[in-house]
Each structure stands twice: as C-alpha cells, then as structure tokens.
C-alpha cells in the first residue's frame, strides 16, 4: 500500500482554497487551527449560541453561523458528531457551490445514506488516526499524525488531490496518508471501537475484577492488576507491538500470555466478533444506534448509569486521588 507524504502534495492552490469547519470539538478545533496556520482560508462554522463560538473566537479564528460559513466554501468539512451531520448538511446544503468539496473524518453518514449529497459536488474523507488534541499537538512540534483518506463522489475528478491537499493541511502527510474507501473506513472504525478498543476491552476489564473480587481477592488490589496495569501494556503494544511487550514483561508473564489467553479470548469469542462486523456491515448497528439517539437515549442513558456506578469506578477513583502524576497529564479526547 502506498504511503502518501508532503511531496506527494501539489501545494500551489492551497492558500486560495477557502474552507469552512463545520463544528470545534476535538477534530474541528485541531483541524480548523492546523488548517489556517499552513495557510488555507478558513472559518468555523457553529450556533451563534453555542458555548464554542467564543471559544473559536478566542482562538483567533473566523466564526460564521454554519449555514453562511459554507457559501462560497471550497471544501465544507463536517466535523460535528455523527448524530449531528444530517441536521448540519440539511443547513448548509442549499449554500454549497458546485463542485466544492464535503469533507468527513468518519465515513458513518455516506456510508449509511444518511447524508445523500448533492450529485455535482465531491465527497471525500480525510480521518486522523488519533484525537484532536494530539492532532494539533503534533503539527506545532512539526510532526505529524497519520492520516485515512477516501473519496465517495468525484464530480470535478479532482476529489482526491483535494482530499490529499487538505490531509497535508492538518499535518497528516507528515506522518503518512493512507488510502482507503468510505465503506472500510467506516466499517473497521466501528467494529474495533465495539469488539477491541472501548466495549473489548473495558468488558474485559470489568469482568477480570468482578472476578478476582467473587473470588475474595481485595477490590483494591483487583483494580490494579486488571485496570491499573492496563495502561503499562498498552504503551508497549502501542510503541512496538507484539514484540516489545514480549521483550519488557516477565517470563511468568510471557507464558501466561501465550498458554492462558487463547482460553479467555477463544473461538467462541471470535464468532461474537464476527456478529458484531456482520452487525456493522448490514447496517443493523447504524439503524439501532440511530433509533435510540432520536428516541432521546433511553437504553444508552441507563446502561452508561450502570457502567459508572460499578464498584471498579469508585475503588478506581479513591486510588487515582493518591496518584499526583495523573492531575498533571492530559487527557486524550476521542
């Protein structure tokens, strides 16, 4: 697979392209700042009410309600929350030039047709594989975080050099541009989040302690082994893969981890693995998730009660007090 980086870029246009950031959480923020610092023209677009305006603002930025930030826009980067996107293209729909760009950092809403854009206007995506403030952080140091990118309507045939263009702007060519489709994208983002990442892993967590605790080992000390330490392995996995984690845990460890996981994460496992794809592939995920939020998060609301009232939650709470190093860090934003 081809590795697109800074020379890959054609950059005479840049400074003329006008760009409209549609939302400044953690991705609109990082984007629209990183965006106008290597020169394009940009103004966020947002709720006059709403409580990031003055934020923007403040920031030094060019703020516009959403629907008058689009007119004119050479690229309409969406970057509202996914439940959000439709009401937002609805407001800026009718205001978008022919043959500007509709830039997403998640394929969910083309993907799902949720959002059916105009057909004389290109659809591409540009998707940092990592939070905002790491996004920004990196470009002011002069690096980069690597970056998806995807194209879904080309009506000009000039939507990927616009999708390039613009994952050179927030610094994703510095750390490497990868191609990819809307569909896989969208796809593999959700099944990792479900099956790995968030519902995988804090499952695994939460029942790892229920475990030791059943079995009368003390909260405090199940929380270390199966919460606390987390975070010393994944920095591993994270920095060089399975091979450094192998290198720096002990042997006791090693052999644990070779003769014990596949009994805990079996095959039994990886067909409810493949339930949950095949739930994201045929769009049942999207269809129940879209549901629940317009039904004002019933299901949702209780089972995020529930998950932060386990007792791992406040024995975790009362030990992390104790832990000075953790006020000082900051906190990734997804």
Request: a negative charge; aromatic letters at 6%.
């Amino acid at each position: 697979m081809k590795i697109y980086v800074e020379s890959d870029v054609d950059t005479r246009g840049m400074r003329g392209t006008r760009v409209a950031v549609i939302g400044y959480g953690s991705q609109g923020r990082a984007h629209a700042l990183n965006l106008k610092d290597s020169g394009f023209d940009v103004t966020v677009g947002l709720r006059p009410e709403g409580a990031s305006w003055k934020r923007a603002e403040a920031d030094g930025m060019k703020v516009a309600a959403t629907d008058k930030a689009a007119t004119g826009a050479d690229i309409v980067a969406m970057l509202v929350p996914d439940m959000a996107q439709p009401a937002a293209y609805e407001a800026v729909s009718a205001n978008l030039k022919p043959g500007c760009a509709l830039l997403f950092a998640h394929g969910f809403n083309i993907h799902y047709d949720r959002i059916k854009p105009n057909p004389d206007i290109d659809v591409i995506l540009v998707a940092p594989k990592g939070p905002g403030d790491l996004v920004r952080r990196q470009y002011e140091e002069g690096r980069g975080v690597p970056a998806l990118m995807a194209v879904a309507q080309d009506a000009t045939g000039r939507a990927r050099s616009k999708a390039l263009l613009y994952a050179h702007g927030i610094g994703g060519t510095r750390g490497g541009v990868l191609e990819t489709t809307f569909a896989e994208e969208t796809e593999t983002d959700l099944f990792g989040e479900q099956a790995v990442l968030c519902g995988g892993v804090t499952e695994l967590v939460v029942q790892g302690f229920e475990t030791l605790v059943e079995a009368g080992y003390k909260p405090e000390i199940a929380y270390f082994e199966c919460m606390h330490e987390l975070k010393l392995i994944v920095d591993l996995l994270h920095e060089g893969g399975l091979a450094k984690m192998h290198e720096f845990v002990s042997e006791n460890a090693k052999y644990g981890d070779l003769s014990r996981g596949p009994r805990v994460v079996d095959d039994h496992t990886r067909q409810r693995m493949r339930e949950v794809l095949e739930e994201v592939r045929d769009g049942t995920f999207a269809r129940e998730w879209a549901a629940e939020y317009e039904a004002g998060l019933p299901e949702y609301n209780a089972a995020m009660k529930k998950d932060l009232e386990h007792p791992i939650e406040k024995v975790g709470r009362d030990l992390r007090a104790r832990m000075s190093w953790l006020k000082s860090g900051k906190q990734a934003a997804a």
